[in-house]
């Protein structure tokens, strides 16, 4: 495997599931990122780690838990999602966290659909 | 807060036509710009990346120039052909914002044989 996997590509859930999204780069990163894509919206940027630490949160629910036990996985814990969840959710990766010149490279994403 | 603002799609063009799709940005300083394409089913790639005014980023045969004086980095192709179909992102990393990607909501567009 190259690049960035996560799996899987596809979720459905029902609100009161627990699942949990997985990233995975073989890239010899330091820095790995949550993004949620969602129609018509901008990318909004979720978590940031950096050498396994979080540096970044924004304002994200509580039902969305991250964890990054290693520079090469990442996994977003989903519990009690909302219909408004549904998204794209891409993992991406970087060899610096948060650096002004940083080219970020992205996995294809884990399409999930709350019901 | 630092913004980017691209121009709407969906954006319907015929093979070997011109493109052009803009791209507009606010910054308080002074960023990286970048494009990114999305094809159907896939993450985002990296398409070209401008570091400082009048560079000019290339690949694939598309072009963007990084305008200070009119904070633009419109993306340009001579010649699309039916594989350009995606939707493409604007995006800047703002040193003074922590060097985060923000991104524009994205322009989709579709070539036609």
């Known amino acids: 495997e190259t690049g960035v996997t996560q799996t899987p590509r596809h979720l459905v859930m029902g609100m009161t599931n627990k699942k949990s999204l997985k990233c995975e780069q073989h890239l010899g990163h330091n820095a790995m990122y949550w993004y949620k894509q969602s129609a018509k919206k901008p990318l909004e940027l979720m978590f940031v780690y950096s050498l396994e630490e979080r540096v970044e949160n924004n304002s994200v629910p509580s039902r969305f838990s991250p964890e990054c036990p290693n520079s090469s996985h990442l996994f977003l814990h989903l519990h009690t999602l909302q219909p408004e969840d549904s998204a794209l959710y891409l993992c991406?990766?970087?060899?610096?966290?948060?650096?002004?010149?940083?080219?970020?490279?992205f996995g294809p994403g884990t399409r999930l659909t709350v019901l | 807060g630092d913004s980017v603002t691209q121009m709407e799609g969906p954006v319907t063009l015929s093979e070997e036509a011109f493109l052009t799709i803009n791209c507009t940005y606010t910054?308080?300083?002074?960023?990286?710009l970048f494009w990114y394409v999305q094809y159907p089913g896939e993450g985002l790639q990296l398409l070209l990346k401008a570091t400082k005014a009048d560079d000019k980023g290339s690949n694939k045969g598309f072009e963007a120039t990084y305008r200070k004086e009119t904070t633009s980095f419109h993306l340009e192709k001579g010649s699309v052909q039916v594989s350009d179909s995606a939707v493409y992102f604007c995006a800047l990393s703002d040193p003074n914002q922590g060097g985060k990607l923000i991104f524009g909501q994205g322009t989709e567009l579709s070539v036609k044989p």
């Open positions: 910054a308080t300083g002074y960023p990286s």
């Open positions: 991406a990766s970087s060899q610096e966290g948060l650096a002004a010149i940083n080219e970020q490279f």
